[in-house]
Every structure is written in structure tokens, then in C-alpha cells.
């Protein structure tokens, strides 16, 4: 007769129990240790080194998007719009690439990544919105339309325009919210928001 070891008998309960072991070990030790203050310990050098990286990040974060809010509210009125396209679609790659470049900074807790992504997302689809409203305007500029016709033209193409500009920062508002409380929270600060 052949002494092969039977296979294991696998059931449904065992295999979620297993399952079930797999998934709650890890949570249960991420758990004590955020209770028992590893992960908020103020004597901690890991947690100031974190801490600083995370106050860092996001001050300069905020700053970038701050220098760009600007650059929208100083430009004049009287930029004639493809030399107002080609500014704000310079300033927002610039915005972009210093995003990318503050993001590189190690250390920093992951929900300022996070934010720096979302926010930088946001920054990137200016382009297309000012894109199309200027590229509309412009058009019908070129149609040579009486001046009470372009102004109501303008006025409603920019309200599109601040429409979707405003829906585009509300977007991800309650996301971006909960990071920056929790940031303040975790590490007992208060992070400049704008």
C-alpha cells in the first residue's frame, strides 16, 4: 500500500477563516500601534523628521498653487486673449513641474502626496477649460459680430468659464479637507491652506 500524505481538505470555512486571518492580523497591528502612539509620538525623531517633511511639503505645496491663483488675478483685461492663453498655459506647466519637484521631497506623510496629486491634477486641467473659452471667443471675434453681440457673447462664454473653474476647485474639496484635517490633527499643527 502507498503512505502518500492525503492533500489537505480545504473547506469553504477554513479557507475563510484563513482569509479572515490574513486580513484582520494586519489591520490589528496597525491598530495597536497608531493606539499605542508610535505613530503620533512627539519624542519620536522618526515622527519630527516626518513631521517637518509633512510641514514642508505642504507649505510649499501651497505656496506653488498660491503663485499661480496670483498670476490669474493680475492678469489685465486688456491682454489681448492668445497672449493671456499662452501665460496662464506657461504658468500652469511651471505650476506643474513644481509641483512634481516638491512632491520628490522624502519623509512627508503620504496624505500630503496624495493632496499634491489631486491638487496638481487640477492645475493641469486649467489648460484645456482656458484652451476652450479662448479659443471660442476668439473665433467669434473673428466673425466680426457687432460690439453688443461679442460683449454678450464674452459675458457668457467667461461665466462658463468661472463655472467650470469653480466646479473644477470644488471637485475634490471634501477629499482634500480630510487629509488637511487629519494632517493637523495627527500632528498636532496648523497647516497654512492658501
Not at 471667443?137 to 459675458?155: C, G, M, Q, R
Amino acid at each position: 500500500m502507498d503512505n502518500q500524505a492525503s492533500p489537505s481538505q480545504h473547506t469553504v470555512k477554513s479557507v475563510a477563516r484563513n482569509i479572515g486571518v490574513g486580513v484582520v492580523t494586519p489591520v490589528l497591528a496597525a491598530t495597536i500601534i497608531y493606539f499605542l502612539g508610535f505613530n503620533r509620538s512627539g519624542s519620536s525623531e522618526e515622527f519630527k523628521k516626518k513631521k517637518e517633511a509633512t510641514v514642508n511639503v505642504w507649505t510649499a505645496a501651497m505656496q506653488n498653487k498660491g503663485i499661480l491663483s496670483k498670476v490669474f488675478i493680475q492678469m489685465d483685461q486688456n491682454t489681448p486673449l492668445d497672449k493671456a492663453r499662452d501665460n496662464v498655459n506657461h504658468e500652469v506647466d511651471i505650476a506643474v513641474d513644481n509641483m512634481e519637484n516638491i512632491r520628490k521631497e522624502p519623509n512627508a506623510d503620504q496624505r500630503v502626496y496624495s493632496s499634491i496629486d489631486i491638487i496638481t491634477q487640477q492645475i493641469k486641467e486649467i489648460k484645456p477649460i482656458f484652451s476652450t473659452y479662448t479659443d471660442a471667443v476668439l473665433a467669434f471675434y473673428a466673425e466680426n459680430h457687432p460690439d453688443s453681440i461679442l460683449k454678450a457673447f464674452e459675458a457668457e462664454k467667461l461665466e462658463d468659464l468661472t463655472n467650470k473653474m469653480q466646479a473644477l476647485t470644488a471637485r475634490d474639496t471634501t477629499r482634500l479637507n480630510v487629509f488637511y484635517n487629519g494632517l493637523n490633527k495627527d500632528y498636532n499643527i496648523k497647516l497654512p491652506w492658501e
